[in-house]
């Protein structure tokens, strides 16, 4: 397509998006600014959650995060299986939380609720959000090669990902 210049103009090419998602860990509203979360200390500030100190007087709130965690309702699933993974377990979980810790700083609502045995020489890392899931799922299998299986539900906002190796 020509513009009036000689030159070409590239098409614009419209996305057609689903309603919005519902999380029910959102706020449905704004939080007042600044307010903090009384459980991990984080600072809402200018529209989103940080590590800044908290000025005095700011409002309390839970954040999305601990409430994820009281309520026991992660975001995203990552278990994590198989011989090579109970020949290397420390690393890998060494490697889990390095990750977390990486996101963590940057990002306060990417937690890593628990790491729950699965019984059967395995682990289940649970997360409060599905971004940090993800991260976790393809740092190990970047690392460790393996298996790695991934599902999405944009409905239910439930990441889960199975590596095994």
Same mark, same amino acid.
């Given at each position: 397509?020509?513009n009036?210049?000689?030159?070409?103009? $590239? %098409?614009?090419?419209? +996305?057609?998006?689903?309603? =919005?998602? !519902?999380?029910?860990?959102?706020?449905?509203? /704004?939080? $007042?600014?600044?307010?903090?979360? $009384? +459980?991990?200390?984080?600072?809402?500030?200018?529209?989103?959650?940080?590590?800044?100190e908290? @000025?005095?007087?700011? &409002?309390? !709130? @839970?954040? $999305?995060?601990? +409430? #994820?965690?009281?309520?026991?309702? =992660?975001?995203?699933?990552?278990?994590?299986a198989?011989?090579?993974?109970?020949? &290397? #377990?420390?690393?890998?979980?060494?490697?889990? /939380?390095?990750?977390?810790?990486?996101?963590?700083?940057? !990002? =306060?609502? %990417? #937690?890593?609720?628990?790491?729950?045995?699965?019984?059967?020489?395995?682990?289940?890392? /649970?997360?409060?959000?599905? !971004?940090?899931? #993800? +991260?976790?799922?393809?740092?190990? &299998?970047?690392?460790? /090669?393996?298996?790695?299986?991934? %599902?999405?539900?944009?409905?239910?906002?439930?990441?889960?990902?199975?590596?095994?190796?």
């Open positions: 397509m020509k009036g210049r000689g030159g070409y103009r $590239p %098409q614009r090419r419209e +996305q057609l998006l689903d309603g =919005p998602r !519902h999380d029910s860990y959102r706020a449905t509203g /704004k939080l $007042p600014d600044p307010t903090r979360c $009384p +459980q991990c200390g984080a600072t809402f500030l200018k529209g989103r959650w940080t590590w800044s908290a @000025p005095a007087g700011a &409002h309390e !709130h @839970p954040c $999305p995060a601990c +409430q #994820r965690t009281r309520d026991g309702f =992660p975001a995203g699933y990552v278990s994590l198989g011989e090579y993974f109970a020949s &290397h #377990r420390g690393e890998i979980l060494n490697l889990v /939380k390095n990750c977390e810790a990486a996101e963590k700083l940057e !990002h =306060p609502m %990417q #937690r890593i609720m628990a790491i729950d045995d699965d019984g059967g020489g395995g682990v289940t890392v /649970k997360t409060t959000d599905a !971004h940090l899931a #993800r +991260q976790i799922a393809e740092r190990v &299998h970047d690392a460790c /090669k393996g298996s790695l299986s991934v %599902q999405y539900s944009r409905q239910e906002n439930l990441f889960r990902a199975s590596w095994r190796r």
